[in-house]
C-alpha cells in the first residue's frame, strides 16, 4: 500500500522536473535526426555534423547527402560572416567585427581564414586603443601643465587658495604619476616624439635624471638631423653633378652654365665624406666647364670677327651674342657688339627705302653693262 503512494508522487516529481528544465530537458529525448535538423535550423552547423559524426542515422546514403548539404550551408555562412565582419571593420568598427566572427566561431566548422583575420582584429584592436590611450594621456598632462600655468597666475590676484577655480595641491597630486607615463610612453618612442614626450614629463614633474636625459636626447637628435642634412646635400649636389656631367658631354655649354654660376661652390672644409666628395666633384666639373666656355668665347670672337670683315655684320652680332650669353662679362665680346650696332645703325640711316623712290614710267631702263660704274667727283667706289 506505501509503495502504491509513492509511484504518484515520484511520477509528478518527474514530471515538474522536465515542466522546469522547458524544450531544452525533452532535447535528448529527441530522435537523433531531430537534434540535427534542429541544430540546422539554429545555424548551429558545427553541431549537426558533430551529431552526424556521433551517431551515424539510418539510412547512412540519406545522411551522407544531407551532410554534405550542411557543409555547403556552412561555407555559405563561413563567407557572410566574413564578408560582413570585413564591412564592418573598413568602417572602423572593430569590436562589432570580432563579435560576428566569434559568432562564427562557436557555430561553424573550424577556418584558417577566419582565425588569421580575427588575430588581425584583434591586434588592431590592441594598437588602436594603445594609441588612444597614449593620446588621451598626452592631452591630460597637456591640459594639466596649462591648468597649473593658469592657477599659478591667477594666485596672487586672490586673497586665499580658495578662490581658485581648482585646488593646486590636488593638481600636483596627479602629476608625478601622469609624468612617468609619459616616461614610459618616451622609451617606446624615438625622435622627436620621444623627446617631446620627456620634455612635457619634465613640465608636470621636474627631475634631474629626466633632465639629463632630454640633454642627451636632444644632442643625439641634433646630431642625426646634421648627418641627415648633410646627406641630403650629397644627393643633391650628387644630381646635378649628373646633370652637368651629362651636359658637357653633349657640348651644352649653356645648360651646364646654370649650376656653374651660382655662387655655392667654395668646398666647406666642414664637410666629411660622400658630402666632400660631391662638392670636390662639382667643382672639378665646373672648372671643366669653364676651359670650353673660355675655347668656345675666343672661337666664337673669331668668328665674329672673320664674319664683320666679310661684311656679314648681321651674322657677326649674332655670333658675339651667343659668346656673350656663355661669359656675359667677356669685355672683347661686348665691344665687338656694341662697333657692330652702330655700323648697322648707320647703315639702316644711310639706306632709302624703295617705297620713297620715285618711278617715272617713261624713264629710259638701267643699263646692265658696266657702264654702271660711278664716277662722282672723281672717288673710287672701290
Not at 518527474?14 to 522546469?20: D, N, T
Not at 668646398?267 to 670650353?292: F, H, K, M, V, Y
Not at 675655347?295 to 652680332?317: C, K, N, P
Not at 662697333?339 to 624703295?354: G, Q, S
Request: hydrophobic share 35%; proline share 5%.
Amino acid at each position: 500500500m506505501r509503495f502504491q503512494t509513492l509511484r504518484p508522487g515520484l511520477l509528478l516529481a518527474l514530471l515538474a522536473l522536465l515542466f522546469l528544465q522547458g524544450c531544452a530537458g525533452m532535447q535528448p529525448f529527441m530522435p537523433i535526426e531531430d537534434q540535427i535538423e534542429a541544430a540546422v535550423e539554429e545555424g548551429a552547423y558545427q553541431h549537426a555534423l558533430d551529431l552526424i559524426d556521433e551517431h551515424d542515422p539510418e539510412p547512412a546514403d540519406e545522411w551522407t547527402t544531407r551532410r554534405e548539404e550542411i557543409e555547403l550551408l556552412a561555407r555559405e555562412a563561413a563567407e557572410r560572416a566574413m564578408e560582413d565582419a570585413r564591412a564592418v571593420s573598413g568602417e572602423g568598427a572593430v569590436a562589432k567585427a570580432l563579435e560576428i566572427l566569434e559568432d562564427a566561431e562557436s557555430r561553424l566548422p573550424e577556418s584558417e581564414e577566419r582565425a588569421h583575420f580575427m588575430n588581425q582584429l584583434e591586434r588592431q584592436r590592441e594598437v588602436g586603443l594603445r594609441t588612444l590611450q597614449q593620446r588621451h594621456d598626452i592631452l591630460e598632462a597637456r591640459n594639466l601643465v596649462e591648468q597649473l600655468r593658469l592657477l599659478e597666475i591667477m594666485h596672487p590676484l586672490v586673497h586665499d587658495s580658495g578662490q581658485l577655480p581648482a585646488d593646486p595641491d590636488t593638481l600636483n597630486e596627479r602629476a608625478p604619476n601622469l609624468a612617468q607615463t609619459l616616461e614610459r610612453y618616451a622609451e617606446e618612442s624615438e625622435g622627436r616624439e620621444q623627446l617631446d614626450l620627456l620634455r612635457l614629463a619634465q613640465e608636470l614633474s621636474p627631475d634631474s635624471e629626466r633632465a639629463a636625459r632630454i640633454r642627451e636626447v636632444d644632442e643625439e637628435l641634433r646630431t642625426r638631423e646634421e648627418d641627415q642634412d648633410r646627406e641630403e646635400e650629397a644627393e643633391r649636389v650628387s644630381a646635378i653633378n649628373a646633370q652637368l656631367r651629362q651636359a658637357l658631354e653633349a657640348g651644352e655649354l649653356q645648360r651646364a652654365a646654370q649650376w656653374c654660376r651660382s655662387g655655392d661652390l667654395q668646398l666647406d672644409e666642414e664637410a666629411s665624406g660622400p658630402d666632400q666628395a660631391a662638392q670636390r666633384a662639382r667643382i672639378s666639373l665646373c672648372d671643366e666647364w669653364r676651359e670650353q666656355r673660355d675655347a668656345r668665347t675666343e672661337h666664337l670672337l673669331e668668328e665674329g670677327r672673320r664674319q664683320y670683315t666679310a661684311g656679314q655684320i648681321q651674322e657677326a652680332v649674332t655670333t658675339w651674342e651667343e659668346g656673350l650669353a656663355l661669359a656675359p662679362s667677356h669685355s672683347g665680346l661686348a665691344t665687338a657688339r656694341e662697333r657692330a650696332l652702330r655700323v648697322l645703325e648707320r647703315l639702316d640711316t644711310l639706306r632709302i627705302p624703295e617705297a620713297m623712290v620715285p618711278v617715272d614710267p617713261d624713264a629710259a631702263p638701267i643699263p646692265e653693262s658696266e657702264d654702271l660704274a660711278p664716277e662722282a667727283d672723281g672717288e673710287d667706289p672701290s
